[in-house]
DNA sequence: AAATGATATATCTGTTTGATATATCTGTAT
DNA sequence: ATACAGATATATCAAACAGATATATCATTT
């Protein structure tokens, strides 16, 4: 059988709060997510399908937004009982799988065959993007700061504190390497 | 055509210092290129096969390791000219995906629907993996740290000192979590 | 001689990515 | 009004990938 597929535990945890269409899905796991998860379209509506099938979401109804005139086609999906029970027991199972896939890194491991400067010039890059994040994980600890009472608030500040650092402390070795690089290129 | 398979490149890039057989390309994949990317035989066999049609790789001499009598089978691979030219063509390309799929961190961002016990818990769980892991970067550092005037050996060097920052940052913010979780546990 | 565990190759199933196709809706500029 | 751009929405496909498993050989111990 199945039951290999982690995106249906973010589309369940996604669906605990509010219900979605997968297209809402997607823009979810692409903002705050993103930066320890993420899934594509052509792995949220086939679990979607699945997972109505197993009767862990339904259809949920299908008003257009203003009750106006004939909508277009949405389907927004719903979480049943047996899939809060689902993301219960994923929860508390003690089982993570942690993996990091970072090509930045592995030019830098077979770096050797190039030249230093190119090097240089990858982790440059990378350090750029890693501003660039962290400039919006900060604005996203701003709007979380007041409202940490909140259980469910103060696991999304926990999930940004560890990005922002995280981050920063890609962002000290990033300005080290280069440091180191240099020095070597110069002999 | 193909060319979205980033393990082509590991490949290419291990390849570069010596031949090997699929099995040890695995094993070198395990070891110190595992903090930042991994590999599975079912990634690796069929791309040795691919980019041996296109003539990146070729099957290295067989002799089995002591000159002795029939040997078993087993097929090692080496990079021809080709080979070399496209990991170049990799490393100064300027692009580099660089994702996480942390499960504790989606955990956490979940952890909401949850008791606090469980979220520390899968902290807890997640920061023992972490330590272990920080303990072995540290001997890799230790046993390079007397050849970072080579600049391959420098490379590696870098990438285990991003590994060790990164894992000391990430045990940092477990104890600030938990310390938080446990404050808000009992109110 | 038998058992065990490491080495070695390979394949299979299911999952996921990344790209693309199709179409509708919304706001804006002409 | 209308044309258009850009956002919304659903869906699908080929290629890539993970994880598990099957098979067999070799080296070492028992």
Redesign the pocket.
């Given at each position: 059988?199945?039951?290999?597929?982690?995106?249906?535990m973010v589309i369940l945890g996604l669906l605990s709060h509010e219900s979605?269409?997968?297209?809402?899905?997607?823009?979810r796991i692409d903002g705050a997510i993103r930066f320890f998860?993420?899934?594509?379209?052509?792995?949220?509506?086939?679990?979607?399908?699945?997972m109505e099938t197993q009767g862990l979401v339904t259809r949920a109804a299908?008003t257009?937004?203003?009750g106006?005139s004939?909508?277009?086609?949405?389907?927004?999906y719903a979480i049943t009982d047996n899939g809060r029970q689902a993301l219960l027991r994923w929860l508390n199972d003690g089982k993570a799988?942690n993996?990091m896939?970072y090509e930045t890194l592995l030019k830098l491991f077979f770096g050797g065959s190039a030249d230093i400067a190119t090097s240089i010039d990858n982790i440059q890059r990378f350090g750029v993007e890693i501003r660039d994040e962290l400039r919006l994980l900060r604005v996203y600890q701003d709007n979380l700061s007041g409202t940490i009472g909140d259980k469910e608030h103060l696991h999304y500040y926990l999930t940004v504190t560890f990005g922002i650092e995280t981050y920063e402390a890609y962002l000290r070795w990033c300005a080290e390497a280069i440091q180191t690089l240099t020095d070597a290129e110069r002999q």
């Amino acid at each position: 059988m199945a039951k290999n597929r982690k995106i249906d535990m973010v589309i369940l945890g996604l669906l605990s709060h509010e219900s979605l269409t997968g297209y809402d899905i997607k823009k979810r796991i692409d903002g705050a997510i993103r930066f320890f998860w993420k899934g594509s379209y052509g792995s949220i509506y086939p679990a979607l399908a699945a997972m109505e099938t197993q009767g862990l979401v339904t259809r949920a109804a299908e008003t257009d937004s203003d009750g106006g005139s004939c909508g277009r086609e949405k389907t927004a999906y719903a979480i049943t009982d047996n899939g809060r029970q689902a993301l219960l027991r994923w929860l508390n199972d003690g089982k993570a799988s942690n993996d990091m896939k970072y090509e930045t890194l592995l030019k830098l491991f077979f770096g050797g065959s190039a030249d230093i400067a190119t090097s240089i010039d990858n982790i440059q890059r990378f350090g750029v993007e890693i501003r660039d994040e962290l400039r919006l994980l900060r604005v996203y600890q701003d709007n979380l700061s007041g409202t940490i009472g909140d259980k469910e608030h103060l696991h999304y500040y926990l999930t940004v504190t560890f990005g922002i650092e995280t981050y920063e402390a890609y962002l000290r070795w990033c300005a080290e390497a280069i440091q180191t690089l240099t020095d070597a290129e110069r002999q």
